[in-house]
Nanobody
């Protein structure tokens, strides 16, 4: 059974930092894109960042560029999201996701087949 388990969320003041982790089990994703998405109350789930199978390319959304960094360690089957200079508008549940298809890159959440349960990030002003 494939599982993605996020950790590292919490409450932080504006300007602070958090590091999210997503540990995968049940299969390896060394040929698969993995991504982070977030969903704030009353809003749709939105793309945050993705990283290709070997970490060679990363993409992120405009609102987090220069503040968030996605990375992965395939030996640990884990993907990370380093979040710096956090803002109140970053408050959301953050989800890790993995694409089942090899070597596909997409920002659309419908492309992703495996999802974690999410971790809450709350940024106070």
């Amino acid at each position: 059974q494939v599982q993605l388990v996020e950790s590292g969320g919490g409450l932080v003041q504006a300007g602070g930092s958090l590091r999210l982790s997503c540990a995968a089990s049940g299969r390896t994703f060394s040929r698969n894109t993995m991504g982070w998405f977030r969903q704030a109350p009353g809003r749709e789930r939105e793309f945050v960042a993705l990283i290709t199978w070997n970490g060679g390319s990363t993409y992120d959304t405009d609102s987090v560029r220069g503040r968030f960094t996605i990375s992965r360690d395939n030996a640990k089957n884990t993907v990370y999201l380093q979040m710096n200079s956090l803002k109140p508008e970053d408050t959301a549940v953050y989800y890790c996701a993995a694409d089942n298809s090899d070597y596909v890159v997409s920002r659309s959440p419908v492309r992703y087949d495996y999802w974690g349960l999410g971790t809450q990030v709350t940024v106070s002003s």
